[in-house]
């Protein structure tokens, strides 16, 4: 039962987004052509989900609080759902559920078959994400779900291809993923942890 407040406020937050978008997007106020508004924004909120799921490691080491690391995988299955209905509207909104047109699509453009690639290693990640699969796969577990690393490079080109007149938000996220990356190298791991235990240390009142 611990942290489950945290848990609840991930899933209320997560669950009520894709619903409000909805709404502004059958009530026409995402402009003239809300289905590709809202396509972009569940893929938006994918790699922010994902970001923040890469972010939770980090921030436990840095502040030993072990809530941070309650929610990682909650929000890593967030981040595989808001992938999911990003494909599902793109099916639907842009490509009108005309599936005969995908083979043309993933030719002319490539950033679907990108977009499809990240895609898949969610899904792959998503579906071992229990405690069955880490029992079942052992160490190759761990092997497995390192490929979040190469599937969060993945998302990023995918944005990059979508969003190319509007780069800056793209900027963004690809600094606050190299910057999460950095955090990840086992030096720079090991000082953050350091860091902690030295406010400890110095928190202490001598005697």
């Given at each position: 039962m611990r942290y489950v407040v945290w848990r609840v406020a991930v899933f209320i937050c997560a669950a009520s987004v894709p619903g409000y978008w909805l709404l502004l997007a059958w009530q026409f106020a995402l402009g003239p052509d809300p289905?590709?508004?809202?396509?972009?924004?569940?893929?938006?909120?994918?790699?922010?989900?994902?970001?923040?799921?890469?972010?939770?490691?980090?921030?436990?080491?840095?502040?030993?609080?072990g809530g941070w690391l309650a929610v990682r995988r909650q929000l890593g299955l967030w981040s595989f759902s808001y992938a999911l209905l990003h494909l599902t509207g793109?099916?639907?909104?842009?490509?009108?559920?005309?599936?005969?047109?995908?083979?043309?699509?993933?030719?002319?453009?490539?950033?679907?078959?990108?977009?499809?690639?990240g895609f898949i290693g969610l899904t792959a990640l998503a579906l071992t994400s229990n405690r069955w699969s880490m029992r079942r796969l052992g160490k190759r577990w761990k092997a497995l779900h390192r490929l979040v690393y190469p599937i969060v490079i993945v998302v990023l080109l995918h944005m990059l291809w979508v969003v190319r007149a509007d780069a800056g938000r793209w900027f963004?996220?690809?600094?606050?993923?190299?910057?999460?990356?950095?955090l990840r190298i086992p030096a720079v791991?090991?000082?953050?942890?350091?860091?902690?235990?030295?406010?400890?240390?110095?928190?202490i009142k001598p005697k």
């Open positions: 289905g590709k508004v809202l396509v972009d924004n569940l893929g938006q909120g994918a790699l922010v989900l994902l970001l923040l799921t890469l972010g939770m490691t980090p921030l436990q080491r840095a502040t030993g609080w793109y099916l639907y909104f842009l490509l009108g559920n005309e599936f005969s047109r995908l083979g043309e699509e993933l030719r002319e453009r490539p950033y679907i078959l990108v977009g499809t690639l963004l996220y690809a600094g606050i993923a190299a910057a999460l990356l950095l791991a090991a000082a953050l942890t350091a860091l902690r235990s030295g406010k400890r240390k110095f928190a």
